[in-house]
């Protein structure tokens, strides 16, 4: 049999089409829960998952490419614990279809043999048939009772715990399902230092990623002036020959498809006291959000800031770029006010971001290698 549905990772492209989907299906999740029905809702969800320890799922259905519904595993831990818990809806039209069903043995899978967990964890309201239906269909079984377990509607609730654990042994089969597609991630792209070579692709992926976040309305010639000398090849070869200024780029299979730029030794009136160095961009190319990239990208930029002596990294995004202001404050990254970008006699308000960094020595972030 052909395979039903695709498990692939949440993206911001996905934006449009999940917004629209929860507020269909806002008389199918309540009460049970609320999906993110509005465009800050969606990249408040969607920063919560950074690829390690908390990952984001849509259930697509094959034969039309239409999102049937969502599944989060969060609170990913190896060690002796080695379990995730989870979180699943399914869309308005989707239901009762056995496609949620599907996702959820894809999920399964993923988790145990391409993470390696031992058991996964889903907390249920006792009134809630159809979602205990469902997990009981996936070979999950009921563990016990947890008394006000979680706080929804301003209520604490009870809640059952519904486990699912690994199979045993070489010949142990994983849960049973509809026939079901897991897309296995492809390798996570390779973090590394820039090199001079890296100028040309540097400026090209730069000026698209700038295009897709501020130039939505179209492109006059006060933006294309800016941008154009903003990342010329010319422009990315002198930046990356500075000695103050420290390219990480995310490469996958000789592509370039994501940055970060840092300006050691960089100071603002707004950042906190302390040596500080400027995260002047974080690019990463629209098909790999989403995916625990940029947080990769973030804490790598640290560890070099930190690694030159920084105790202060700091950056101004722009005031509308929802994403990025929702990206930066699940990753700490405090607000400390008002600044503006300024070009040919334009202003743009932005907001200066900042976080205090750790000593390497002290245990401070991860460097290039590091899991996302």
Same mark, same amino acid.
């Given at each position: %049999? ?32 609320? $999906?993110?029905?509005?465009? $800050? ?13 908390? !990952? ?43 496609? %949620? ?9 993923? $988790? ?66 509809? #026939? ?9 792209? =390779? ?8 100028? &040309? ?5 730069? =000026? ?15 933006? @294309? ?10 422009? %990315? ?38 040596? @500080?160095?400027? =995260? ?16 990769? &990208?973030?804490? #790598?930029?640290?560890?070099?800031? $930190? ?16 994403? @990025? ?22 202003? !743009? ?11 390497? @020595? ?11």
């Amino acid at each position: %049999m052909s395979a039903r549905i695709a498990l692939r990772p949440l993206t911001a492209a996905d934006r449009d089409a999940f917004v629209a989907a929860a507020r269909a299906s806002r008389h199918l999740h309540r009460p049970w829960v609320t $999906a993110p029905c509005d465009a $800050a809702a969606f990249d408040r969800h969607l920063a919560r998952f950074d690829g390690r320890q908390d !990952h984001g799922f849509v259930v697509v259905q094959a034969s039309t490419g239409a999102l049937a519904g969502a599944i989060s595993l969060t609170h990913v831990v190896h060690g002796a614990l080695c379990s995730g818990y989870l979180g699943y809806y399914a869309f308005a039209g989707f239901e009762r279809q056995g496609l %949620m069903a599907a996702g959820l043995a894809a999920l399964a899978r993923h $988790a145990f043999r391409s993470l390696g967990l031992h058991r996964l964890e889903a907390n249920i309201q006792p009134g809630n048939a159809a979602s205990i239906a469902l997990v009981r269909r996936c070979g999950f079984e009921r563990e016990g009772c947890s008394p006000g377990y979680l706080k929804i509607g301003g209520r604490w609730r009870d809640h059952e715990r519904w486990a699912l654990r690994r199979p045993s042994g070489a010949g142990g089969r994983l849960p049973r399902g509809a #026939a079901a597609r897991a897309v296995t991630p492809a390798p996570a792209p =390779l973090i590394r230092d820039a090199r001079p070579d890296d100028a &040309l692709c540097l400026g090209v992926l730069g =000026l698209q990623v700038f295009l897709d976040t501020y130039a939505g309305a179209g492109i006059r010639p006060t933006v @294309a002036r800016e941008v154009l000398g903003t990342f010329a090849t010319e422009t %990315m070869a002198a930046q990356l020959r500075d000695p103050d200024t420290r390219f990480l780029v995310a490469e996958q299979d000789g592509h370039l498809v994501g940055f970060a730029q840092v300006t050691l030794g960089a100071v603002h009136d707004l950042a906190p006291p302390g040596p @500080a160095a400027e =995260l002047l961009r974080l690019y990463v190319q629209e098909p790999f959000t989403g995916a625990g990239l940029g947080t990769r &990208l973030l804490r #790598a930029a640290e560890a070099v800031a $930190a690694a030159r002596g920084a105790r202060v990294l700091w950056l101004t995004p722009w005031v509308h770029n929802r994403r @990025a202001l929702a990206f930066y404050a699940a990753r700490g990254y405090a607000d400390h006010g008002q600044t503006w970008y300024r070009f040919e006699g334009e202003a !743009h308000q932005n907001r200066l971001l900042a976080r205090r960094l750790q000593r390497p @020595a002290d245990g401070g972030s991860g460097g290039p290698g590091g899991a996302g």
